[in-house]
């Protein structure tokens, strides 16, 4: 149903795709670059040296003004997708409300600050989730498979024995964003919970001053956030905190192990 929503900016779509992947090769081809720029370097000739790192600064301007031009339409393209898509939906999600019965919005499932933060904030993260976040997938699934195949080219030996770690990396970053996006969703329910005590307050801000519960009202709402989005926010963080520190964990002992198999391999010529 979301492609059908998104299915007037085909074209935008498949332009997005395009910058997405230049902007994705953009990293490998810096890594050419940066490792010719050191041979080139270690050269002895001057003037053969001079040559080659002339010609590689300009590799770098080209490159420069080629990912901003990319990032731009990446960019773009993908807000005025996202940002059609999210009218449409809004559009068609308020014009439901509003074919429903009177006892659906008595259902508390269904108070008004639920419906208002569906209409606010799911369907914005619906647009980040098919604009900017199919963006950025596309780019960096472009740009692992250009590395991957750069790698295998330049020493096969290094790269098999380093993709050996690979699910180590995708089991922490998995469990990390499973973490982050848990403690997210459940802060979002309670917060929808809520929010329909947050409405009928300040709907009814003249009665509140006119009997003098400025406090009493205070008092409630601290309570419903001490209760149901403080707790919450706290075991997130405990948990996105251990999560963060195994993935640093995990990260530097495969950068390690990585340094010290490519210098076995030198030692052995293999590089």
């Known amino acids: 149903r979301l492609k059908a929503y998104s299915s007037p900016e085909q074209c935008y779509f498949f332009c997005g795709l395009i910058a997405c992947a230049c902007t994705g090769l953009a990293w490998p081809i810096c890594g050419v670059l940066f490792a010719l720029m050191l041979s080139a370097?270690?050269?002895?000739?001057?003037?053969?040296?001079?040559?080659?790192?002339?010609?590689?600064?300009?590799?770098?301007?080209?490159l420069a003004v080629a990912d901003i031009v990319a990032q731009y339409f990446q960019t773009y393209l993908f807000e005025v997708i996202g940002e059609r898509m999210t009218t449409r939906l809004r559009t068609d999600y308020f014009r439901s409300l509003l074919r429903?019965?009177?006892?659906?919005?008595?259902?508390?499932?269904?108070?008004?600050?639920?419906?208002?933060?569906?209409?606010?904030?799911?369907?914005?993260?619906?647009?980040?989730?098919?604009?900017?976040?199919?963006?950025?997938?596309?780019?960096?699934?472009?740009?692992?498979?250009?590395?991957?195949?750069?790698?295998?080219?330049?020493?096969?030996q290094f790269a098999l024995a380093f993709l050996a770690t690979m699910p180590l990396l995708a089991m922490t970053e998995a469990i990390n964003w499973a973490l982050m996006k848990g403690g997210d969703s459940i802060s979002k329910k309670k917060l929808g919970e809520i929010s329909?005590?947050?409405?009928?307050?300040?709907?009814?801000?003249?009665e509140v001053q006119s009997f003098s519960l400025e406090?009493?009202?205070?008092?409630?709402?601290?309570?419903?956030?001490?209760?149901?989005?403080?707790?919450?926010?706290?075991?997130?963080?405990?948990?996105?905190?251990?999560?963060?520190?195994s993935v640093q964990f995990i990260q530097l002992n495969v950068y390690a192990l990585a340094f010290y198999i490519g210098a076995r391999l030198i030692d052995d010529g293999l590089l």
């Not at 053969?48 to 301007?61: C, D, K, M, N, Q």
């Not at 329909?196 to 003249?206: D, H, K, L, T």
């Not at 209760?227 to 919450?232: E, R, S």
């Open 41 to 62: 370097m270690s050269i002895l000739d001057y003037d053969v040296a001079r040559t080659w790192t002339e010609w590689l600064a300009l590799g770098f301007g080209f």
């Open 100 to 156: 429903q019965d009177m006892g659906w919005f008595d259902d508390p499932a269904n108070a008004l600050g639920v419906l208002t933060s569906r209409l606010a904030v799911d369907i914005k993260l619906i647009r980040l989730t098919v604009g900017q976040g199919t963006g950025s997938t596309v780019s960096s699934l472009t740009a692992l498979l250009a590395a991957l195949i750069i790698a295998l080219i330049a020493a096969w």
């Open 196 to 206: 329909g005590s947050f409405g009928e307050y300040v709907n009814g801000i003249r």
């Open 215 to 245: 406090e009493v009202v205070t008092s409630d709402i601290s309570e419903l956030l001490q209760d149901k989005i403080l707790l919450v926010a706290k075991k997130a963080a405990v948990f996105r905190g251990i999560s963060a520190g």
